[in-house]
């Protein structure tokens, strides 16, 4: 199965601060046809996973714009611009371009 | 309003069965596929199984396969996850999501399923 490396495994962050998390994959997630099915799912404290970003960099629905995905190949990138206190949670990488599809395994993300 | 209502967790023995139901409503469940996540106590999400919108291809994680299956009642709107021979790392919450613009764009609460003698 694919294996997916999120870093920071937690990450501590001021209201208004922008934050990076990593997601590197153990293999290409570009498929044969050019897509790239990486995702992305935050989980706020005692409440279900939500989606963020589908596709590398796509916005979810009612998802703010301050959260960004970048990345290609095997690494991949959310970015937090200005992060606000409803944001603390544990962040998820997702792919899907592999059959049994893998999450990693979380960034935590707390506020200062 | 998408919403998912997982059902018919509990504790159950090794070696035993349980079957969890997730109830749809607010969008058309027949056009959809679905999936189960599970995430077992204090640690990550992990995919189980997904089923196309017709029903006619099932796809499960290997620790699984032969154990557990995945159907659908499109009348009924319904969501299905029969799980047999469960094992103590079986343990988790489960999760109910649909795939419409992406895999999971919405899950449901979770159902917890305890695993233990």
């Known amino acids: 199965d694919v294996v997916l490396t999120q870093t920071p495994s937690t990450l501590s962050a001021t209201i208004g601060q922008s934050v990076s998390i990593s997601c590197r994959s153990s293999q290409s997630l570009l498929d044969s046809a050019g897509n790239t099915y990486l995702y992305w799912y935050l989980q706020r404290p005692g409440q279900s996973p939500q989606l963020l970003i589908y596709?590398?960099?796509n916005l979810g629905s009612g998802v703010p714009n301050r959260f960004s995905g970048s990345g290609s190949g095997t690494d991949f990138t959310l970015k937090i611009s200005g992060v606000e206190a409803e944001d603390l949670g544990v962040y998820y990488c997702?792919?899907?371009?592999?059959?049994?599809?893998?999450f990693g395994s979380g960034t935590k993300l707390e506020i200062k | 309003e998408v919403q998912l209502v997982e059902s018919g967790g509990g504790l159950v023995q090794p070696g035993r069965s349980l079957k969890l139901s997730c109830a749809a409503s607010g969008f058309t469940f027949s056009n959809y596929g679905m999936h189960w996540i599970r995430q077992a106590p204090t640690k990550g999400l992990e995919w189980v199984a997904s089923i196309s919108p017709s029903g006619g291809s099932t796809y499960y994680r290997d620790s699984v396969k032969g154990r557990f299956t995945i159907s659908r009642d499109n009348a009924k709107s319904t969501l299905y996850l029969q799980m047999d021979s469960l094992r103590s790392e079986d343990t988790a919450t489960y999760y109910c999501?649909?795939?419409?613009?992406?895999?999971?764009?919405?899950w449901g609460q979770g159902v917890m399923v305890t695993v233990s003698s």
């Open positions: 997702m792919q899907a371009t592999h059959a049994a599809l893998t």
């Open positions: 999501a649909t795939e419409g613009y992406a895999p999971f764009d919405y």
């Open positions: 596709l590398v960099s």
